[in-house]
């Protein structure tokens, strides 16, 4: 199988390649020099690579920048998909595509102790940028019923080593390093840590993203999670129990948000292919520290 691979540079795209090319597909590659939003570009891309199939990860991908800058959300999220897709229905009509959305588009909290998600759940977003994610993902549904073959992703919070600090588990780890290593002043900025979500090692979810690749797979809609709940509290204290930090820990208005409590069902994504997590949380997150520890060693150096 050939593989496209929009939005490559970026976190999840990195460990995707990677998990691509271990398991021998022909992986091609764009990022920013192809832009997404441009119908022309893409065709073009396609008609060079002729891929069988294409996992559209190029998006703007953070809830706090979307509300800071809508319309850029909307155009990278919503028209980049709309062009991928008419691209593909011109150039590329028998290839699988993979729409990587978010857990997000089911929007308000749900009450605490309430059942797993499943993909019937309406979608309520919320935001800019779950309701950009919606609406790529009713384009997805209309390319479908139009004869391609698209899958829709709903992945729910994955974290793992290269992730940004703009994310909960990257920031407090990030932080428990700098103070680790004498760079911070022992005093944690945190959100809210009522929450409740549904973590997942990264390297799961690309090996979740290439099952979902298969022929044999079903074009449908699926739930990526661990279907387990974990309080924001608990990923605090187990990151810093790992590193052996004692700090302060201070509520950051900025970084406040109302607390939720999402937790996804993924029987539908393990029934079809089999897939099942493999990575323990607290492996993830001392991982997650050692990678922040060797930036921070690459800064001083």
């Known amino acids: 199988m050939h593989v496209l691979v929009t939005g490559a540079a970026g976190f999840v795209g990195g460990h995707l390649v990677a998990s691509l090319e271990r398991q021998r ?19 073009r891309c396609l008609r060079t690579s002729r891929p069988t199939a294409i996992v559209h990860l190029a998006a703007q991908s953070s809830v706090a920048a979307s509300i800071q800058r809508p319309h850029e959300t909307y155009r990278l999220n919503y028209v980049g998909s709309l ?45 800019p940028y779950s309701c950009s994610k919606a609406a790529a993902e009713i384009l997805g549904d209309d390319a479908a019923q139009r004869g391609l073959d698209v899958v829709r992703v709903r992945s ?30 022992p005093r944690l900025a945190v959100g809210n840590l009522d929450s409740v979500r549904d973590f997942l090692d990264v390297r799961d979810v690309v090996r979740a993203y290439a099952r979902l690749l298969e022929p044999g797979v079903p074009a449908d809609t699926y739930n990526v999670c661990s ?5 924001i509290q608990s990923l605090l204290d187990q990151l810093l129990a790992l590193a052996g930090v004692q700090a302060e820990v201070v509520v950051d208005p900025a970084r406040y948000r109302e607390a939720d409590y999402q937790v996804g069902d993924s029987s539908r994504l393990r029934s079809a292919t089999g897939w ?13 520290l050692d990678w922040w520890r060797a930036e921070i060693d690459r800064d001083r150096s």
């Open 276 to 288: 099942q997590p493999q990575i323990p949380l607290r492996d993830t997150l001392a991982e997650l």
């Open 25 to 43: 597909f022909r992986v091609t590659q764009t990022d920013r020099e192809v832009d997404v939003t441009d119908g022309d570009a893409i065709r």
């Open 83 to 127: 062009q991928l897709l008419a691209a593909v229905e011109d150039e590329t009509p028998d290839a699988r595509v993979l729409l990587v959305g978010s857990s997000d588009c089911y929007g308000p909290p749900m009450a605490i102790g309430a059942r797993p998600i499943r993909e019937d759940a309406p979608l309520r977003p919320q935001n």
């Open 227 to 231: 279907g387990t709940g974990v309080p």
């Open 156 to 185: 729910f919070t994955h974290i793992g080593p290269g992730q940004t600090d703009r994310f909960v588990a990257s920031s407090f780890a990030r932080q428990i390093v700098e103070i680790e290593a004498g760079r911070r002043e």
